[in-house]
């Protein structure tokens, strides 16, 4: 007897948690407000990124077309897989001394980890993250950047 | 010494052999899976793995501390602030640097947070293998939201490289102890629904309950930590037994089972994400203002000497053995990988089992491939 | 057991054993021809009971390869470290201790792979994450062209 | 001339043209009255064939293909997320889009594999699917035969399309495959067992065994709700059996995505993929169909005992839409089902089926019987 009651008792007991199981999914059916997914190509516009987001590194240049990198290549021998190369130039000025100014400054995005140490370690904050994550082009050569414009130049008072 | 090798046949003539792998749904990446089948009894499973291997304790060799963090962040995926954690803890210890508590309570709530992200996509993708489609959805629906507080802290979401020798990448961002706390809040109200879609399901409950069960014995033998040893009644949390950053100034519980059978791995997994909110609790209005890194030198060199640090990922032990000679990059570094040696348990508890249990066996030890192969 | 006793129990176990005080844990360097023994005896001993092997790890030394033990007992909560050398570096063979601990038949598996350390009586000794045709590649004078591009 | 004399014989029905929606007797009657006096019997038998044949094919795309979108989207909204939503509004043409591309795609040819057979496989599956949906009551007067065999004709023809499944899996030389036709094959056998006796149950009830009158029985109320217990749990095991028998929701073990990659299917690609893909979409129609038919009044509209008012404006829907409508209720009941539990394992699945379906049922079937005999019916 007892294990005809055990045996029904199972049944019951199954069913019951699979009901358990079928509201749940039942009222997310019936809830169209909770739908999470964004329609990403359509909210390209208001779509915000966080503002430390790191989508690939940029040299910021600022309306004169001016910007930090002093071409010192720090960056360079902190990124662990040869992602940068500075090229740099010497430079005689005015006054007859001689200074190094960047030439190129080489930024492979195929090859980039995204560890943030060009970024950190940057003596003079010349380099950033921006939030741009569309990097998908047809040639591969388009992922090798030359971060600083052509025709800028180094900031004034920066070292 | 002389060598006595001896070749090994693997599968008997007639055993049906079949390639689980390595491009397969449920392995979860490309983990191949030979399996001699006898009808539908699963005979002997040989793990054939490799083919994500990239050397990474190869590259570690010649190239330096700092730049370590970045290969860890790819070695199990889904611990990435943990992995970070573990070469920054070796680091810190050979120099016998300080750390303030900020770093380590900060440390310890961003360990907890990724063990919570990973148990999710465990509790996601263990549904999804055993045909349950939905769960991997509502487990991906609440992992965004942590994956959303990485995102705007550190700038990445899986690949977060936040942890660097002496201290953090960058400090916390101004929303973060807002936005954690409302995902604790959050992510306690829908916990309920993996309960009833998953854990209190009969089916589920009839495909997990005795199967692949792992003696204690054998669990210590192979050396199955994390989770998966826990559920076999293996006390190996190392946040409780070598206490690092700030795990000895909070109070939670070492989740525990006797049964070690796939259920109970499953369920150690679900509690775990509750002592883990716990802890979070704890911490998280307890963050003490300072420094968010300790100034190192700008070449780090490495006191002559051996290294050892243990830390609890979300899957296991992962141990950080450095062997330095005093230069900027280490002389041998090893990662004993939860993972890797969770692995070799697999043939052991799938023995007899159908085939579909060797599946809900090896979801159950939840493998992330890359920290396998390393 | 602490440190120093853990030292002492293995001197006495074996007379030959170099026992140095480490920083975090003792460490114990034994011929490769007595590793075994000593690893079964550290494991069946009532007193130390190290039956959980942490982690196994293998080293080129240059004129040799190492192999190095990190033993735990889950009864004492106590820690130690075995180390090994093998006696030459064209065959390098050691003996395998996966009778003692089943997790180290994959550890072994991985030495043997990255190092070409062999280790005897191992019940399935073959080549873990690379093909037969590689070379050994945690070996120091591992020569890769194509792969690895130093700068 | 022949649309005259159609048209001429339709003219016989002296009532508006919409009350053909409510009774397609009269026109399937005229059409056929129409063709036989304008040539031999056997040309208007022929011509009445391809005419049934033409709308099939159109009936089983249209409604594959809408079946495949919906469960896309019930799925998706179950899941948190939009399901399709490119191609036309909503994404409704995304489904005939893939079935575009799967037309393009290349088939193909598998090595060591037995060519015929495995070309054949598909093409059961197919046929077996136009033979059941023939015997459906669509509405009153819409069905291609009228058995007065019908749910025997019904469950004796599904069953065949295990061998359509069999053949595939056998001769795609695939183990996958293979394992998952071997599975198949035990689950649909034993699965059969407990379809027959819940449709038994109510055979019973109904005193016949043609589909039309099965429906006509249920005028004064819907089996569920006038068979007592008994013939709701007959419909929970039919909808349960059935649902294994369509190899989907949890019990599909033959295709085991998470073990099998796509079990007897793994090496079809292309239009014979997409026929398989299809197949399972309309024996899920099927299934969901003959549960209406059977447990929810088929085309019957829903009447409340004395309600005037309510059983008028019911009455007033047309019965094609009362039975779509019931079908797509079951429907969505066996994707809730699919999308919300966990997979069977094979030996849990035969458990199920001889441990607790088939004891339950057969004692079902025996209160039934007591019941008829007793008339504690309504």
């Known amino acids: 007897m007892n294990s005809i009651i055990q045996y029904f008792k199972e049944i019951l007991q199954g069913v019951g948690s699979l009901l358990k199981g079928m509201q749940v999914t039942n009222r997310y059916f019936f809830s169209p407000g909770k739908i999470v997914t964004q329609k990403y190509p359509n909210n390209r516009k208001d779509l915000v990124m966080f503002e430390r987001f790191k989508g690939e590194v940029v040299m910021p240049h600022n309306e004169n077309n001016e910007h930090k990198c002093t071409g010192c290549g720090i960056c360079e021998i902190n990124c662990p897989n040869g992602t940068i190369e500075v090229i740099s130039k010497t430079l005689v000025t005015e006054d007859g001394k001689k200074k190094r100014i960047i030439d190129k400054h080489i930024y492979r995005l195929g090859m980039c980890t995204f560890c943030a140490l060009c970024v950190k370690t940057c003596p003079s904050d010349a380099l950033a993250f921006s939030q741009e994550f569309e990097h998908a082009v047809f040639n591969r050569a388009l992922l090798i950047k030359t971060l600083n414009k052509p025709g800028s130049q180094l900031m004034k008072g920066v070292e | 010494m002389e060598e006595i090798i001896k070749e090994v046949v693997i599968g008997e003539q007639e055993e049906y052999l079949i390639n689980i792998g390595p491009q397969h749904p449920s392995t979860h990446g490309v983990l191949r899976l030979v399996v001699s089948l006898k009808g539908e009894i699963v005979k002997n499973v040989q793990p054939h793995i490799g083919y994500i291997h990239r050397g990474i304790e190869k590259m570690c060799e010649s190239i330096t501390y700092p730049q370590i963090i970045h290969l860890t962040d790819r070695m199990d995926y889904l611990s990435a602030c943990i992995n970070n954690e573990a070469v920054c803890l070796t680091v810190e210890k050979a120099l016998e640097v300080e750390i303030p508590d900020r770093i380590k309570i900060i440390r310890t709530i961003m360990a907890e947070l990724t063990r919570i992200q990973s148990h999710q996509l465990f509790w996601a993708s263990y549904g999804m293998d055993l045909g349950g489609q939905t769960c991997y959805f509502y487990g991906l629906r609440d992992r965004e939201k942590i994956l959303d507080i990485f995102e705007e802290t550190t700038g990445g979401r899986m690949i977060v490289s936040y942890n660097c020798p002496g201290g953090l990448m960058y400090d916390i961002h101004p929303n973060f102890q807002k936005r954690v706390k409302e995902f604790i809040k959050y992510f306690r109200s829908v916990l309920w629904e993996y309960d009833a879609i998953l854990t209190g399901n009969v089916i589920f409950r009839e495909r997990t309950i005795g199967i692949g069960k792992l003696s204690l014995v054998d669990a210590i033998s192979y050396g199955i930590t994390g989770p998966s040893g826990r559920a076999s009644g293996f006390s190996c949390d190392i946040r409780k037994q070598e206490p690092y950053s700030a795990y000895d100034r909070v109070k939670f519980n070492e989740v525990m089972f006797k049964e070690g059978d796939t259920y109970h791995r499953y369920l150690a997994r679900i509690e775990e994400m509750r002592e883990s909110m716990n802890i979070i609790d704890q911490l998280i209005d307890n963050i003490p203002e300072g420094q968010y890194f300790v100034k190192m030198k700008p070449v780090i060199r490495l006191p002559e000497g051996e290294y050892f640090q243990r830390v609890e990922t979300a899957r296991g032990e992962l141990d950080v053995f450095i062997i330095s000679d005093g230069n900027k990059n280490p002389y041998r570094l090893k990662f004993r990988s939860p993972n890797f040696v969770n692995l070799g348990v697999l043939n052991h508890i799938t023995k007899d089992f159908k085939i579909a249990d060797l599946i809900a066996i090896a979801g159950s030890l939840d493998f992330v491939i890359p920290d396998i192969d390393r | 057991m602490d440190k120093t006793q853990l030292g002492e129990f293995v001197k006495s176990l074996k007379p030959d054993a170099i026992v140095t005080d480490g920083k975090q844990y003792t460490e114990v360097t034994v011929a490769d021809t007595e590793l075994h023994s000593l690893a079964k005896k550290l494991r069946e001993s009532e007193e130390t009971w190290f039956d959980f092997l942490v982690c196994l790890t293998g080293v080129d030394y240059g004129k040799d390869f190492g192999v190095i033990y990190h033993l735990k007992s889950t009864r004492y909560e106590h820690m130690i470290v075995l180390k090994t050398r093998t006696s030459e570096r064209e065959k390098p063979v050691l003996n395998s201790v996966c009778d003692i601990w089943k997790g180290a038949e994959f550890h072994e598996r991985e030495v043997y792979d990255l190092l070409g350390v062999k280790f005897n009586h191992h019940p399935d000794l073959r080549r873990l994450f690379l093909d037969s045709s590689w070379g050994f590649p945690l070996r120091k004078d591992y020569v890769d062209d194509i792969n690895i591009v130093s700068k | ?378």
């Open chain 4, 1 to 378: 001339m022949l649309l005259s004399k159609i048209s001429n014989a339709l003219g016989i029905v002296s009532e508006p043209w919409w009350k053909v929606f409510y009774d397609f007797s009269s026109l399937t009657k005229g059409i056929d009255e129409g063709l036989r006096s304008s040539m031999s019997t056997f040309w208007a038998v022929t011509v009445e064939m391809v005419m049934i044949g033409v709308l099939f094919l159109l009936f089983y795309a249209a409604i594959g293909l809408f079946l495949v979108y919906a469960e896309r989207k019930v799925c998706a909204f179950i899941q948190n997320r939009l399901g399709p939503n490119r191609i036309g509004p909503y994404g409704i043409f995304q489904t005939v889009a893939d079935l575009i591309k799967l037309l393009f795609k290349e088939l193909i040819p598998i090595k060591n594999a037995d060519s015929f057979l495995f070309n054949l496989a598909p093409y059961i599956v197919i046929i077996v699917n136009f033979m059941v949906l023939a015997a459906i009551p669509f509405a009153k007067g819409l069905h291609a035969i009228d058995f007065n065999i019908g749910i025997f004709y019904v469950i004796a023809v599904s069953s065949m399309s295990v061998i359509g499944v069999l053949l595939a899996g056998w001769s795609s030389n695939s183990k996958y495959s293979l394992i998952g036709a071997m599975r198949s094959g035990a689950q649909i056998v034993s699965y059969e067992l407990s379809i027959g006796l819940a449709i038994i149950t109510v055979v019973i009830l109904a005193g016949s065994m043609q589909l039309s009158e099965i429906v006509e029985a249920q005028r004064t109320g819907w089996f569920i709700f006038k068979g007592h217990v008994p013939v709701f749990i007959a419909f929970v095991i039919y909808i349960i059996s059935g649902t294994a028998e369509t190899n989907r929701g949890p019990f599909d073990m033959a295709e085991a995505e998470s073990e099998l990659t796509a079990g007897y299917h793994t090496e079809y690609s292309g239009i014979k993929f997409a026929f398989f893909y299809l197949a399972e979409y309309i024996n899920m129609f099927i299934i969901a169909s003959v549960a209406s038919t059977l447990f929810l009044g088929g085309w019957m509209p829903f009447h409340v005992g004395n309600w005037e008012g309510f059983n008028r404006i019911m009455d007033f829907i047309p019965p094609f839409f009362w039975f779509i409508g019931k079908t797509f209720f079951v429907i969505y009941l066996i994707m809730l089902f699919k999308w919300t539990f966990p997979r069977l394992r094979i030996d849990q699945l035969l458990t199920l089926e001889w441990k607790y379906l088939l004891p339950i049922n057969l004692v079902n079937v025996l209160i039934m019987a007591f019941l008829v005999l007793m008339g504690w019916h309504f």
